[in-house]
């Protein structure tokens, strides 16, 4: 089975431009995050979704961040402008809504915003 | 709020070594408790898991119990390698909610 797929893997961009992050879930997982993580804050959970929803953005940093789950298999979170301290790794993760269950990880997007 | 706190590292230690990571946790009610594992340039691997106190996850030759008693998940090896050479995060889940609670990381380092 295909893990959680996420595009790109690298990405380089200028501060001010648009950055959008894609995240496939694992088929029939019904919950969907974003994580953001960097060397000072470690591991920060920014918005998930439930079955499309958004549930809780309150981790999202600032109106630049956006994040859609259009449908069940498909999601982006999306950084305008972008700015150098959005440099960070962004992990996609899913799971499937059960107690104890595991939330399985996407290999990240590597963002550098120079 | 629920948090995780983990041994402050780094930690190098020589292959075949004995390896103990401290977690504790604070939680309301009975979370469900995970180690995760971040290889270099790599996302988070889940490594073990346990959803109830006394609980034994383990995997790959590593394992780590529940203990509620001292709110505790520490994770252990009793022979380390060079392959085992990661950053190791302690979470939680707590109980009716969807979001992990990670620890801090704690970066490993096993030389030959």
């Known amino acids: 089975d295909a893990g959680v797929i996420q595009s790109p893997r690298h990405e380089v961009t200028e501060m001010g431009q648009e950055v959008t992050l894609r995240c496939k879930p694992i088929?029939?997982?019904?919950?969907l995050f974003w994580y953001r993580q960097t060397m000072m804050r470690g591991l920060e959970l920014l918005i998930y979704?439930?079955?499309?929803?958004?549930?809780?953005d309150s981790g999202m940093p600032e109106d630049r961040f956006s994040a859609k789950m259009p449908n069940a298999s498909f999601s982006t979170l999306k950084i305008q402008p972008s700015e150098p301290r959005d440099s960070a790794v962004y992990f996609c993760a899913s799971s499937r809504g059960t107690h104890g269950n595991t939330i399985y990880f996407g290999e990240g997007s590597w963002l550098t915003v120079v | 709020g629920d948090s995780v706190t983990q041994m402050e590292g780094p930690v190098t230690l020589s292959e075949e070594a004995f390896l103990t990571i401290n977690c504790t946790y604070t939680a309301t009610g009975y979370p469900s408790l995970f180690w995760y594992v971040q290889y270099p340039g790599e996302g988070l691997q889940l490594l073990l898991k346990a959803t109830k106190a006394d609980d034994k996850g383990s995997n790959k030759g590593f394992e780590a119990t529940y203990r509620k008693e001292t709110t505790s998940f520490h994770l252990e090896k009793g022979s380390v390698q060079v392959s085992d050479s990661a950053v190791y995060f302690c979470?939680?889940?707590?109980?009716?909610?969807?979001?992990?609670?990670f620890g801090q990381g704690t970066r490993l380092t096993i030389n030959p």
């Open positions: 979704f439930n079955n499309n929803v958004p549930i809780d």
């Open positions: 979470a939680l889940l707590s109980r009716g909610a969807q979001k992990l609670v």
């Open positions: 088929s029939g997982h019904d919950y």
